[in-house]
């Protein structure tokens, strides 16, 4: 791990943006990054950002978090999703008991362990252990991670939600990633049959939302399930759409407009509001992180859980956040042209993955305007009990 006293994680993440780079093309026809990246990742300390101190991880603030992994994204947004995806697993784990704790960090801190949260198997229970076969996707960075934490829903009354941790050698992993986008996230079906979970290894969902999990071990662990992993979401979310921004403003002087009387992009009213409305919309995403980073951390350090009517607007507000980050992309596109299409423009790619990244479930900004509307006018029931 980096000393402490030496670069910062925004830092050590500029530093890799070339390599990262280099490597882009490799991850995206094996559809997972290739080994130098996670070799870089894993000396700069990327895999231990939310590991908890206890077990040699830096435990760094969610500002820290979204700002490293938005300037990964400048060099391969599937890194910078791998190492959010990876360190939120790492963080989940914090939630477990500290003998599941001890199982994944103590011989390794650097151990990565992906995540299917959504309950797609059922576990029923025989004496000390859960039984569960099942099959779960999509499972970013699960090629490069010997843990999976699994969405189960528990054979009991109300068939209640839980996660569970298994070793990746007990499943088995399939190649099913063949996406438009986010290709070397190497997000492929895992399957397990019969699998054995101790009782040390169930962390039952509920009592992470309401945050009456018993086993972490500071403050910095302690925060809100579903604001944490949101603001976390950002960071390289937000880097594909600075990238995006620094390309076309590279290409200003370079380009033309077709059919116009304009040689440079530069000289365009039309490019130059498109560069304005884009840098706007990127401003106000990281503005948003930030100030969700503050929140999210401040209320853990003060000890208190936000309700379910602000962490359903704290999630309204990072879809918004998500929202204007695609937009943002979206009109530079349209600036620059068809060029952005061909596939040997940098457009072309950040335009597929940030199509891709900011369609994941929790980033829905219809359906996360449909929570806060309902929370705020006190609707019963909840459409989902992840807020």
């Known amino acids: ?56 991880g830096a435990e760094h603030e969610l500002a820290v978090i979204v700002d490293a992994t938005a300037e990964l ?55 000390d252990r859960w039984r569960v076969s099942g099959r779960w996707a999509p499972a970013s960075g699960c090629r490069h991670s010997r843990w999976a934490m699994l969405g189960v829903a528990l054979d009991e009354p109300g068939g209640p939600a839980a996660w569970a941790l298994v070793p990746i ?13 986010m290709r070397a996230t190497g997000s492929e079906l895992l399957v397990g049959e019969d699998l054995a979970i101790p009782e040390h290894r169930l962390l039952r969902t509920r009592a992470v939302l309401d945050g009456r999990a018993e086993h972490r071990h500071s403050a910095r662990l302690r925060t809100a399930l579903v604001p944490t992993l949101l603001t976390c979401l950002l960071g390289p979310v937000l880097g594909m759409a600075e990238a995006a921004l620094e390309h076309v403003l590279a290409q200003a002087e370079h380009r033309s407009v077709p059919f116009t009387t304009y ?37 853990a350090d003060r000890g208190v859980l936000p309700d379910r009517l602000r962490r359903a607007r704290m999630r309204l507000r990072a879809a918004h956040a998500v929202r204007e980050c695609r937009e943002a992309v979206d009109v530079l596109v349209d600036a620059y042209g068809a060029g952005a299409l061909a596939d040997s423009d940098p457009l ?37 009990e992840m807020v």
């Open 73 to 127: 994204a400048k060099g391969d947004p599937s890194a910078a999703w791998a190492v959010m995806i990876l360190g939120c697993g790492d963080w989940l784990t914090a939630q477990y008991p500290d003998a599941a704790q001890r199982e994944v960090f103590g011989d390794d801190p650097d151990t990565r362990v992906c995540q299917v949260l959504t309950p797609k198997a059922t576990a029923r229970h025989e004496g």
């Open 348 to 384: 072309n790619r950040l335009l597929r993955d940030v199509q891709t990244a900011t369609r994941h479930a929790v980033a829905n900004p219809a359906v996360n305007a449909e929570i806060y509307g309902r929370a705020v006018l006190g609707l019963d029931p909840a459409i989902t």
């Open 169 to 181: 050698e007990e499943l088995v992993v399939r190649d099913t990633w063949h996406t438009l986008g």
């Open 263 to 299: 040689r440079r992009l530069s000289d365009s009213t039309a490019v130059q509001l498109a560069l304005a409305e884009a840098t706007a919309k990127t401003d106000v995403a990281r503005t948003t992180a930030h100030a969700l980073a503050a929140e999210v951390d401040g209320a």
């Open 1 to 56: 791990m980096p000393d402490e006293d030496g670069p910062g994680p925004v830092e050590r993440a500029g530093a890799l943006r070339e390599l990262l780079a280099e490597h882009r093309d490799r991850g995206e026809r094996e559809r997972r990054l290739a080994e130098p990246v996670v070799a870089a990742l894993e000396s700069a300390g990327f895999f231990r950002m939310m590991v908890p101190r206890a077990f040699g």
